[in-house]
Nanobody, 114 residues
Framework: QVQLVESGGGLVQPGGSLRLSCAAS????????MGWYRQAPGKQRELVAA???????NYADSVKGRFIISRGNAKNTVYLQMNSLNPEDTAVYYC????????WGQGTQVTVSS
């Protein structure tokens, strides 16, 4: 089993920045990919960014050039640096870990509003 705990969400003005963190515990040796998804009201959950254990990254087109995903030195933490935020980025952001199984965090709310 893997447990994921997210932090760093909140309210930010358009053009601002936030950094999300996700700490994994448990059977972290089984994780191949970690990433972030988001779900806005009335919309499906969508991939935002992902990073493999080898450091390869993948981003949704809507966040390329604005968001950066990275992993901590201990490899059990993943970060999402979000810059130039706009109201369309408002959503609940979920940390995701994939190996033999798929694990989800509880979600953290990001609201972009003036």
């Amino acid at each position: 089993q893997v447990q994921l705990v997210e932090s760093g969400g909140g309210l930010v003005q358009p053009g601002g920045s936030l950094r999300l963190s996700c700490a994994a515990s448990g059977s972290i040796f089984s994780i191949n990919v970690m990433g972030w998804y988001r779900q806005a009201p009335g919309k499906q959950r969508e991939l935002v960014a992902a990073i493999t254990s080898g450091g390869k990254t993948n981003y949704a087109d809507s966040v390329k050039g604005r968001f950066i995903i990275s992993r901590g030195n201990a490899k059990n933490t993943v970060y999402l640096q979000m810059n130039s935020l706009n109201p369309e980025d408002t959503a609940v952001y979920y940390c995701n870990a994939r190996g033999v199984r798929v694990y989800w965090g509880q979600g953290t709310q990001v609201t972009v509003s003036s």
